[in-house]
């Protein structure tokens, strides 16, 4: 897993509560991610980052806000958890200068919203 | 913004037998290619890549192939075993897109033995 570990790994809350998901990792690495995955959709990006406090929008990002205040260390929060966020959520990180490197997948946290 | 499209959704084959998945990309400007493999309940794992330099890679049993002009790339698995069963994506990124990758919907390869 390339030294990305998430957590929680799965979670269960109610609509309207607020969900912060971890992406911790070991190696610093200038680049990060946050995806999520749902059923015939592949792989969507929500939020990246290309360094501390520096953070750019991906694809699927209304709904959710990111926070990287140290390099290990990349938040992903749902500010009010809603049932079309039901997903599995998968942390990566890009080994390289520049975002067209490789990248590099966690565990992934299952996140159901009730 | 850049499409990609993934066939065949599902794939069924004989151990020992190849398989082949596809990929159509639309923005012309992409150059880096990747191949992802997810067992369940595991992060997709990197498995293979190609630059649009490259026409064809090759690591063991996998490969991949590159058309630029058609804008369609595959992966290629000989040999196929039991283990190989898994759900494999491809994706595409370039400058234009500010690095990122954009996946297709994914193949579920099952390999009978």
């Known amino acids: 897993d390339a030294g990305i570990t998430q957590s929680p790994r799965h979670k269960v809350t109610e609509t309207g509560t607020p969900v912060t998901l971890r992406c911790h990792q070991t190696e610093n690495h200038r680049y990060m991610y946050w995806y999520r995955q749902d059923p015939g959709h592949g792989l969507r990006l929500i939020h990246y980052?290309?360094?501390?406090?520096?953070?750019d929008k991906g694809e699927v990002s209304d709904g959710y806000s990111v926070s990287r205040s140290k390099t290990e260390d990349f938040l992903l929060t749902l500010e009010s958890a809603t049932s079309s966020q039901t997903s599995v959520y998968f942390c990566?990180?890009?080994?390289?200068?520049?975002?067209?490197?490789?990248?590099?997948f966690g565990p992934g946290t299952r996140l159901t919203v009730t | 913004g850049e499409n990609v499209e993934q066939h065949p959704s599902t794939l069924s084959v004989q151990e020992g037998d190849s398989a082949v998945i596809k990929c159509t990309y639309s923005d012309s400007a992409s150059n880096y290619f990747p191949w992802y493999k997810q067992e369940l309940g595991k992060g997709p794992q990197l498995i293979i890549d190609i630059r649009s330099n490259v026409g064809e890679k090759k690591d063991q049993r996998i490969a991949v192939t590159l058309n630029k002009t058609a804008k369609h790339f595959s992966l290629h698995i000989t040999e196929t075993q039991p283990e190989d069963s898994a759900v494999y994506f491809c994706a595409a990124s370039g400058n234009n897109q500010g690095g990122k990758l954009i996946f297709g919907q994914g193949t579920e390869l099952s390999v009978k033995p």
């Open positions: 980052s290309y360094g501390v406090k520096d953070t």
């Open positions: 990566a990180i890009s080994v390289g200068t520049s975002l067209s490197y490789e990248q590099y």
